[in-house]
């Protein structure tokens, strides 16, 4: 029996492990066209970018949206072969961060001259990897390519029904604690196998109110209203383009582009906007309240604080078993406009998911 094992492959799975004393079983599927028959395809919610690996959802559950829009990159990696790697480091004790640096993870501070990009807020830095932005798929240790299919409590501890892809065949596991790193849309699917949903059960999900729009600036260090914007991220022209497509290391001619007064930021706003999603026989469907605002929520793929008729998704796995934990996006509840990568250490950290007291500083 496997001590602790961690489902998924993306940032809150290797957070996991550099945070974990011992070294655990990572379970996640590096294979990415995954061709299931029991599995669907959803292409509507695959979100992929260029110069980036490519990645696909599979899952069990039909999505029917409407203004909501959700992400899922089933691959290794997760979001992390996609994103700006930005992170409130400033709210991450010292300790921490020091565990990161000693794998070398660095935190650099964000300015056009390394990043290409400002914030009006002083915590902002970016998670790099060899002069270029983290990419955790490299990172683990030992990774068994699986696809987690059902999880269930026994007398022996929990077990998992695992598919191992390279065989096509499913594997019982049997493991003392297990931590989901995984997405909200594949926790949902996880949950509806394991008959852990049922139908008419509602489930919440909220995000920051968040805005993506260009500027014409001749002083593109100031802000306006710097206190009352929530926390903003401005891009040059070369890195807005590098993130649009997925490159995440500096390009050698990019500069040339920079010297157009063209900028582009992201506003995390102050306020939280929320879905609702009901699932039915199989299908999950957004429901929208009549005379609702024109949101298009998820556009900030931040959505977090997931709920289940009401009940936090943490306390729900805690029910289950004490020795089920949720790591990332769905778990958090995030107090502060802005980078969410932060949020999901700091509840790491906070509810000890994995023995920070005793592995700790």
């Known amino acids: 029996m496997d001590k602790t094992i961690i489902i998924g492959g993306g940032f809150s799975a290797l957070s996991c492990q550099i945070l974990l004393k011992n070294k655990p ?12 028959k029991k599995l669907l395809r959803r292409k509507k919610i695959e979100v992929n970018k260029l110069f980036a690996t490519k990645a696909f959802s599979y ?20 979001n992390s072969n996609i994103w700006g790697g930005l992170i409130k480091a400033n709210l991450i004790p010292n300790y921490v961060l020091d565990k990161f640096k000693k794998r070398g993870i660095n935190f650099t501070k964000i300015s056009y001259a390394t990043t290409g990009s400002i914030s009006n807020s002083e ?79 509602k489930i919440t999900l909220e995000e920051f109110s968040y805005r993506l729009r260009f500027r014409i600036l001749f002083f593109s260090k100031l802000f306006k209203n710097k206190d009352k914007e929530g926390t903003v991220i401005r891009y040059k022209l070369s890195s807005a383009i590098s993130h649009f497509f997925g490159i995440q290391k500096k390009l050698t001619f990019a500069f040339i582009l920079d010297w157009i007064p063209i900028y582009f930021e992201q506003s995390f706003e102050n306020n939280k906007k929320g879905c609702l999603l009901v699932l039915k026989d199989g299908i999950l469907t957004e429901k929208i309240k009549k005379n609702s605002e024109n949101y298009l929520f998820g556009r900030s793929i931040h959505y977090c604080n997931m709920k289940i008729n009401g009940i936090n998704i943490n306390k729900i796995l805690s029910s289950i078993n004490k020795n089920i934990f949720g790591v990332g996006m769905a778990f958090v509840n995030q107090d502060l406009p802005g980078p969410i990568s932060n949020d999901i250490i700091q509840d790491i950290i906070k509810n000890n998911k994995c023995d920070t007291k005793i592995y700790g500083n």
Request: hydrophobic share 40%; with cysteine; glycine share 6%.
């Open 25 to 36: 079983l990572i379970i996640t599927p590096i294979s990415r066209e995954l061709n299931i």
């Open 59 to 78: 899952g069990s559950l039909k999505i029917n949206l409407f203004k909501t829009k959700f992400h899922d990159r089933l691959d290794i990696g997760g």
């Open 123 to 201: 915590d902002v830095y970016q998670i790099s990897d060899k002069n270029r932005i983290l990419n955790s798929k490299n990172r683990f240790s030992t990774i068994t390519d699986g696809y987690l299919s059902t999880i269930s409590v026994r007398n022996k501890g929990i077990k998992l029904e695992v598919l191992l892809l390279k065989n096509k065949i499913y594997k019982k596991i049997y493991c003392k604690k297990i931590i989901l790193a995984i997405g909200a849309i594949q926790l949902l699917d996880l949950l509806y196998r394991s008959k852990l949903l049922k139908n008419n059960d």
